[in-house]
T-cell receptor, first 112, second 113 residues
Framework: AQSVTQPDIHITVSEGASLELRCNYS??????LFWYVQSPGQGLQLLLK??????LVQGIKGFEAEFKRSQSSFNLRKPSVHWSDAAEYFCAVSSNTGKLIFGQGTTLQVKP | NAGVTQTPKFQVLKTGQSMTLQCAQDMNHNSMYWYRQDPGMGLRLIYY???????DKGEVPNGYNVSRLNKREFSLRLESAAPSQTSVYFC????????????FGDGTRLSIL
């Protein structure tokens, strides 16, 4: 069965530091992968998506993610974190039934 | 540019009461979804409508019903609310079902006493 694992429930980084959020997926075929961000009291906003092609994808707000088939990973990165990046981040895979399967989320706290 | 609009934003119900959550999208999307979000459990799919005129169960459908009123609107009904249905409910839409990003509303925060 398809699944998504985000190993880190909570991460704290200092403003200006680099960020990497981990995502591992279980999927038999070529996965369609997404990263979403959820600010407090808001819905989920799509950051970026991977369907095929270049394994390094660029998204909004300065985020990027790298697809590594050999590691079944799709980690999200940002070179320099801003206080406004504090939010919850969800990785998701589109399953062969057409549904999105979400990880449990990683909460990012940014220290001044 | 509204996207996906959910009403109401907040609601408190008593156990046994009924309630309909409304969702409308203005992106001409074919597919619509209802999720619930609970702490530590991510998002779980309740029901979805792959296209106008069809609805299907998701991961946690018990206690809920849905209606795809037209291409724009997809409602979620709780016939007899239970405390276990206290949650944040999100509606989402996508251009078509499968391998597409979904666009989310801002959610309905529902408390059942």
């Amino acid at each position: 069965a398809q699944s998504v694992t985000q190993p880190d429930i909570h991460i704290t980084v200092s403003e200006g530091a680099s960020l990497e959020l981990r995502c591992n997926y279980s999927y038999g075929a070529t996965p369609y992968l997404f990263w979403y961000v959820q600010s407090p009291g808001q819905g989920l906003q799509l950051l970026l998506k991977y369907f095929s092609g270049d394994t390094l994808v660029q998204g909004i707000k300065g985020f990027e993610a790298e697809f590594k088939r050999s590691q079944s990973s799709f980690n999200l990165r940002k070179p320099s974190v801003h206080w406004s990046d504090a939010a919850e981040y969800f990785c998701a895979v589109s399953s062969n039934t057409g549904k999105l399967i979400f990880g449990q989320g990683t909460t990012l706290q940014v220290k001044p | 540019n509204a996207g996906v609009t959910q009403t109401p934003k907040f609601q408190v119900l008593k156990t046994g009461q009924s309630m309909t959550l409304q969702c409308a999208q203005d992106m001409n999307h074919n597919s619509m979804y209802w999720y619930r979000q609970d702490p530590g459990m991510g998002l779980r799919l309740i029901y979805y409508s792959a296209s106008e005129g069809t609805t299907d169960k998701g991961e946690v459908p018990n206690g809920y019903n849905v209606s795809r009123l037209n291409k724009r609107e997809f409602s979620l009904r709780l016939e007899s609310a239970a405390p276990s249905q206290t949650s944040v409910y999100f509606c989402a839409s996508s251009e078509r079902h499968g391998y597409q990003p979904q666009h989310f509303g801002d959610g309905t925060r529902l408390s059942i006493l």
